[in-house]
Each structure stands twice: as structure tokens, then as C-alpha cells.
């Protein structure tokens, strides 16, 4: 099995979260590869503005993640290992990027972006980054 390291970002502006919906209609949080030279937290930054043209800063660690999957291209099974951050967008404006992979995408009112999201392992990540953020905002 090949693993690697990834790294993402549940963005949120106001009361909504970050979604983008990509070709085989899932909606998900934008990540991508961690790779050599590079920080998680660098990543994560760098692929929320690729995937869906948002410029946005951490506020904290939400958690880590990880899901497994046969990869065709590969002939072998991968294991994605995700850490994920809070982050705070400067705007509530996006772009998903079609060249990344996305048909749509924007930010969705919180807790009914919950029920959009495809997998319950991200509906649990959103729902407590979303704790968490509303901590951090009382707290500015």
C-alpha cells in the first residue's frame, strides 16, 4: 500500500463553510499532497486558493483524517493521511477551479452544508472545526 501525507483546509467565512463539489459529484474540502520541502500548513494554504480561488489564513489545527482507496493509475491501494486546519477566509467570494477537478463550490450556511457533504468522516471534521472556530472568533 502506498501512504501518503496530505494536508487541507475547512475554511470558514461568517456562519459558512468552504464546500466544492468535484467531477463524480462528491462535495468535499479542498487538500492535496504534502510534498518534500514543503509544510502542511503551506499546502493547505496553497490548494484552498488553487481549488477554489480563496485566499485564507489558519487559525488552529481541526484534525487529522485518513481514507483508503485503489488507485488504478497505480495498480496498488493508497492511504491518504489528511491533517487539517481552521481557517478563516478573507471573502466570501470563490472560484472552483474546473482545471482542479470542480464543477462547483462556494460557501455554504452552516449546519445545512453539513447535510451537503459526501462523507459522514468530513460532516464529523466540519462539525467540529465549526466548534472550534466559534471559540476562537469569541475569543478575538
Not at 500548513?41 to 488552529?60: H, M, Y
Not at 455554504?108 to 459522514?120: D, E, I, N
Amino acid at each position: 500500500m502506498l501512504f501518503r501525507t496530505c494536508a487541507g483546509g475547512v475554511v470558514f467565512y461568517g456562519d459558512s463553510v468552504l464546500l466544492l463539489q468535484n467531477e463524480k459529484n462528491e462535495w468535499v474540502l479542498p487538500k492535496g499532497l504534502v510534498r518534500p520541502g514543503f509544510l502542511a500548513q503551506e499546502v493547505a494554504i496553497s490548494r484552498v486558493s488553487a481549488e477554489a480561488g480563496v485566499q485564507a489564513e489558519i487559525l488552529g489545527v481541526a484534525g487529522q483524517t485518513s481514507y483508503e482507496f485503489y488507485s488504478i493509475t497505480r495498480q496498488k491501494p493508497v492511504c491518504n493521511e489528511v491533517t487539517w486546519f481552521i481557517m478563516r477566509a478573507a471573502s466570501g467570494k470563490s472560484a472552483p477551479s474546473e482545471a482542479e477537478g470542480f464543477k462547483d463550490g462556494g460557501f455554504f450556511p452552516m449546519p445545512g452544508a453539513l447535510k451537503r457533504v459526501t462523507y459522514s468522516q468530513d460532516r464529523a471534521l466540519i462539525a467540529s472545526a465549526w466548534e472550534r472556530y466559534q471559540k476562537l472568533q469569541s475569543q478575538r
